[in-house]
């Protein structure tokens, strides 16, 4: 397994960061996340059985490659909690019509900045969580090498998706639960106001 790229107590994918990170969601929880720091991360379960099909995947979380002819699933041991933004070259249009209830585009204009929030936030409630950041790879069940299987970091299986969902150029914020599991699909953080690190995109 390769080192944990570890950046100011964060867990990284790759790096440097993203320097700006885009989402489509309602109005409504525009306006919390920018004016409370308020959002929601959800358990890859929950996407399972999602009732909107553009955004169900019956296999988020579970990782899938193929190695010497057998196809191999992975999945946590841990309870983990995601929640999926888009790096800024994705195109907008794509991600409102994912959803009928999107209607706004924000822009987190400093994702470490978030992020470190995020960490702030989890150490002072003294919250038994990991923060992992990183880019979505889209390669489920491919066929991959020896090497490239202990290359994989920790909890990869969370950053995997399938190919077809490609164009959104996911990248994921997890939270890992380290201790016992929690019933609760739901993981709900306030973070404070964001307004001066996240902005409402001008669609006209």
Not at 161 to 177: A, F, G, M, W
Request: charged fraction near 25%; proline fraction near 4%; hydrophobic fraction near 30%.
């Amino acid at each position: 397994m390769p080192e944990p790229i570890l950046r100011q107590g964060i867990e990284y994918n790759e790096e440097p960061p993203p320097s700006v990170l885009v989402k489509a969601m309602t109005r409504q929880r525009a306006l919390q996340l920018i004016d409370e720091g308020e959002f929601r991360l959800s358990k890859p379960s929950y996407y399972r059985t999602f009732e909107n099909p553009e955004l169900r995947d019956q296999n988020e979380g579970i990782g899938s490659f193929t190695l010497n002819g057998k196809e191999i699933f992975t999945e946590s041991g841990n309870d983990v909690f995601i929640w999926g933004t888009s790096l800024e070259d994705v195109n907008l249009d794509m991600l409102l019509q994912l959803s009928q209830t999107y209607d706004t585009i924000v822009s987190i204009n400093n994702p470490e900045e978030f992020f470190q929030r995020i960490l702030s936030y989890i150490r002072n409630n003294q919250s038994p969580y990991h923060l992992h950041c990183g880019r979505v790879t889209y390669n489920r069940a491919q066929v991959i090498a020896q090497q490239t299987l202990r290359g994989q970091r920790w909890h990869y299986n969370v950053f995997q998706k399938d190919i077809r969902d490609v164009d959104q150029v996911e990248y994921r914020i997890s939270l890992t639960r380290l201790g016992h599991s929690i019933e609760e699909e739901h993981l709900h953080l306030t973070i404070g106001n964001c307004q001066d690190i996240i902005s409402i995109e001008d669609l006209a």
